[in-house]
């Protein structure tokens, strides 16, 4: 049973190439118009190329999918060969920025974790309290849970608490559970616009005495971690991310990182939960299998986790294994719709965006989101 509610459109705030280029990239029939289409065409001659394990490829291909189908217009119009050569290239470029951040602490020694449970579900602030203390981290949970405050009141103690963490320095984790849409977290009516501005510096008007130099301006959230288990939040992360560098450069300020973004669902996919004594989304509840439960625990919880453990028993929802002289061979898709299938969003820097660029054959001021989706 699905526990989020389904979308109703989806924007997202990227340069207009950007668009059009995706938009042109997925015509009707074209290689890169759905995964579906990618994966019968031009992903195996890619996997073929690459020296990586079929298990590790399924983990990139639909990345490496999304990646091309940005591009699509750059990528349909070179010849077959050098299509491929560009591909695996980038396929390459994917795994490099994984291997880059695959240890960095999602939860751990010295981490603040500040949690915003669904007011409306069966969700126990110890499902974040728990495991953040576990692993040495001090949580606050934000949960409207009939003491009188309003879904307002609670949503704006939240903001003020990822405000607080983004203008401050100290590592932190931000975990977002509940109802969700591709521009909001649902469950308190915060859309992804009204969280950027948390994120950021107030925004000065015109007339104002500027408080700080310029120099000091920049916008630097590489400490911070967001992960969001609802509906739809790999969408949700990509408004997010775009709505950041349409603030920064509106109000000219220079952007240094974004933050590391979590999505317990895939493009377009809701999230689902298991509805019995506890309540836990399937996302969130692996997480707390993996690394609270089982025994005995690590130091620390990394994106390498996420890669590895926590993605593939994500994988498992809506598929069933072949099993083949004892060992799993493959997967069967027996029921799309429980399949969520998360991703993780790591920030691209200047050096990053000039590989890409070169890789993709793009002029050196052409407009790349500053954020990877590395699966």
């Not at 949970?141 to 939240?158: A, C, L, M, P, Y």
């Not at 979590?262 to 692996?286: Q, S």
Request: hydrophobic share 40%.
């Amino acid at each position: 049973m699905g526990f989020f509610s389904p979308a109703i459109a989806v924007s997202v705030f990227l340069p207009a190439l950007l668009l059009a280029s995706a938009s042109r990239a997925a015509e009707p029939g074209g290689p890169l118009a759905t995964l579906v289409a990618f994966q019968e065409t031009l992903s195996p001659a890619v996997a073929a190329r690459l020296e990586t394990t079929p298990k590790h490829y399924r983990q990139i291909e639909p990345s490496l999918y999304y990646l091309a189908a940005l591009h699509g217009e750059r990528l349909t119009g070179l010849p077959q060969e050098a299509q491929l050569e560009t591909l695996v290239k980038l396929a390459r470029f994917i795994d490099a920025r994984r291997q880059a951040a695959a240890d960095r602490v999602v939860l751990g020694q010295g981490r603040d974790v500040i949690g915003l449970l669904d007011p409306d579900r069966g969700l126990d602030p110890r499902e974040v309290t728990t495991i953040a203390r576990a692993y040495g981290s001090s949580p606050t949970v934000f949960k409207r849970d009939g003491n009188g405050k309003t879904i307002q009141s609670v949503g704006d103690e939240f903001l003020t608490a990822v405000s607080h963490a983004a203008r401050g320095d100290t590592p932190t984790t931000i975990v977002v559970l509940g109802h969700g849409l591709p521009e909001e977290i649902q469950s308190y009516a915060i859309p992804c616009d009204r969280l950027a501005d948390a994120f950021l510096p107030p925004a000065t008007p015109p007339t104002a005495t500027p408080a700080v130099p310029e120099s000091a301006k920049a916008v630097d959230l590489s400490h911070l971690v967001l992960v969001c288990d609802d509906c739809y939040s790999a969408d949700f992360s990509i408004n997010l991310a775009a709505a950041l560098e349409k603030k920064c450069h509106e109000r000219s300020l220079p952007l240094t990182t974004l933050p590391v973004m979590i999505a317990g669902t895939n493009r377009n996919c809701v999230g689902h939960a298991d509805f019995g004594a506890k309540f836990v989304p399937h996302f969130w509840k692996d997480v707390i299998e993996l690394y609270y439960i089982r025994r005995p625990r690590q130091d620390a919880i990394t994106l390498r986790d996420f890669f590895e453990k926590v993605d593939n028993m994500m994988y498992g929802y809506g598929r069933v294994p072949i099993v083949e002289d004892g060992r799993v061979t493959g997967y069967t898709l027996v029921d799309p719709a429980l399949v969520q299938d998360p991703v993780v969003f790591v920030p691209l820097d200047d050096a990053d965006l000039t590989t890409l660029r070169k890789t993709l054959g793009l002029p050196a001021d052409a407009p790349l989101a500053r954020w990877l989706d590395v699966g």
